[in-house]
Structure formats: structure tokens, C-alpha cells
Nanobody
Framework: QVQLVESGGGLVQAGGSLRLSCIAS????????MGWFRQAPGKEREFVTT????????YYADSVKGRFTVSRDNAKNTVYLQMNSLKPEDTAVYYC???????????????WGQGTQVTVSS
């Protein structure tokens, strides 16, 4: 199986930035498109962004478009989420996930990381 480990979360003031990392192991990383999801207190897990196997295609939720950037380094088996201009409503546990095909649907992702907490203060 693919194992995913997120890191880089923390506490930041509104308007600040964080970069999350997700390191994959266990299978060939380039076989998988990768996604980021988040789950805020009292809410269901929701789509944030996804990136294709080669890194050539990306998609973003409207709520983060223009502020977040997803990228991947296949040589390092790592996907990144650069988060700029953070807002209090971005506060959530952020999860990375792997899928065979680029998708925004969380049910189509086969592997999930443990999550990393992002807290944005006002």
C-alpha cells in the first residue's frame, strides 16, 4: 500500500503563510494523482486541491483559488501545499491523499495521511 505522512501545520496569524508537505512511500509515487482535503471542526472533510501524476494539471476549490498552490516533486515522493493569505476559515485538519485518477471526489481517493492541524488566528 501507499503510506502518506503530512507535516508543516501549525498556528499562524491571518494573512500569513504555511507550507504543508506530504511524503509518500510503499508504491510508485508517479502512478498516483494527489489531493489535499481539509476538515474543520463540526464539518465534513472537503476538497482543497488536486494535482495530476506528472504535476501538469491542478485544480482548486473556489475557496482557496489564488491563495493556495499545490506542487509535487516526484524524485522526492513528495507533494506540497503552499498556503498564502490565510484566513481564520482555513482552520482545519489538512489531509493528503492518493488516487489513480485526478478527481475532486474524496470517495475516489484510495490512500490517506494522518492529517496535520492548521490554525489561523484573527
Amino acid at each position: 500500500q501507499v503510506q502518506l505522512v503530512e507535516s508543516g501545520g501549525g498556528l499562524v496569524q491571518a494573512g500569513g503563510s504555511l507550507r504543508l508537505s506530504c511524503i509518500a512511500s510503499g508504491r510508485t509515487f508517479t502512478n498516483y494523482a494527489m489531493g489535499w482535503f481539509r476538515q474543520a471542526p463540526g464539518k465534513e472533510r472537503e476538497f482543497v486541491t488536486t494535482i495530476s501524476r506528472s504535476g501538469g494539471s491542478t485544480y482548486y476549490a473556489d475557496s482557496v483559488k489564488g491563495r493556495f498552490t499545490v506542487s509535487r516533486d516526484n524524485a522526492k515522493n513528495t507533494v506540497y501545499l503552499q498556503m498564502n493569505s490565510l484566513k481564520p476559515e482555513d482552520t482545519a485538519v489538512y489531509y493528503c491523499a492518493a488516487t489513480r485518477g485526478t478527481t475532486t471526489r474524496k470517495g475516489e481517493y484510495n490512500y490517506w495521511g494522518q492529517g496535520t492541524q492548521v490554525t489561523v488566528s484573527s
